[in-house]
């Protein structure tokens, strides 16, 4: 098996603020992500503490909203596979377990609830059915998911495990025709940020509030935050243009994922619902398709 690294928080958390010799467009050109029609976040991370050093800043934004916020822990570890060299050493990997609910708060999200998968680290992509029917269950549970958003890694951030969580968001999004964000881990490194789509960013600018309240939560996973207070905004990646054939709602904004036929699980896809841990939260009641999504009541 190929020996996977571990990821780098501090490179996901700085952001394009750390990447600014490799900026394609000037800030001004970047659209700005507008999170006021999202009334429901459903966050899918993938190794701990990705989600507050690559979206701390959107979380914090929609809590101050109240919006109710759902996170689905694939894995509980930091992106490298087992004996791999350079790891997390255990007790550090440890605390960032136990202080994920602690770094929510200092974001000002006290009430989450908290679905746990347990995958390996660094071997998602072989349970990438099991990341496809957990994410169905959560946002299944919506009989109205017009409001709703999931958080998610790109498709093609570059690490193993973020690029498998990020096509089994794809395929829940579609399948549910709820909207679709990504956040960036792995692409912020060394050669990462020329290949991202530019003209799919969206940016979230920081006020200082917010970047001190993203600054405390990544020091409560153990991290180091010199610097971080430099990261004054967050990049997001949204789909292309998909408007349903006519209606134009402008909550749709121009980019929600809306899939044609061709673009759904194909009826028969095995979604065999994995072992899923949850955490205050009760368990929800959907009806599965035929393609094995679960489908909300109706």
Known sequence: MTEIGRCDLRAAARGWSRNAEDRTLRRGEVTALRPR???????????????????????????????????????????????????????????????????????GAHHVRRHELALPSGRVAEAELDVVAALSEIVGFDPDSSGSWVLAPWQ??????????????????????????????????????????????????????????????????????????????????????????GRCDRQTEGWAGLASASERPSAGTSMAAPSLRQRDVASTGARRGADGCRRPNR
């Open 37 to 107: 029609f999202c009334r429901r976040l459903v966050v899918v991370v993938t190794h701990v503490g990705e989600d507050i050093s690559a979206a701390g800043g959107l979380i914090a934004r929609l809590a101050d909203r109240d919006v109710p916020i759902d996170v689905l822990a694939v894995t509980d570890g930091d992106g490298a596979t087992a004996g791999a060299a350079g790891a997390t050493p255990p007790h550090e990997l440890g605390r960032r377990r136990a202080h994920r609910s602690v770094s929510y708060q200092q974001l």
């Open 156 to 245: 093609h951030d570059g690490h193993p495990d973020h690029d498998a969580v990020g096509r089994a968001a794809v395929t829940v999004c579609q399948a549910y025709r709820v909207r679709h964000v990504e956040y960036l881990v792995a692409a912020w490194g060394s050669t990462g940020p020329r290949r991202i789509p530019w003209l799919r960013a969206r940016q979230l600018p920081l006020p200082p509030v917010l970047q001190l309240r993203k600054s405390s939560a990544v020091s409560a996973l153990g991290l180091d935050t010199d610097g971080l207070m430099s990261a004054d905004r967050e990049i997001f990646l949204v789909p292309d243009e998909q408007i349903r054939p």
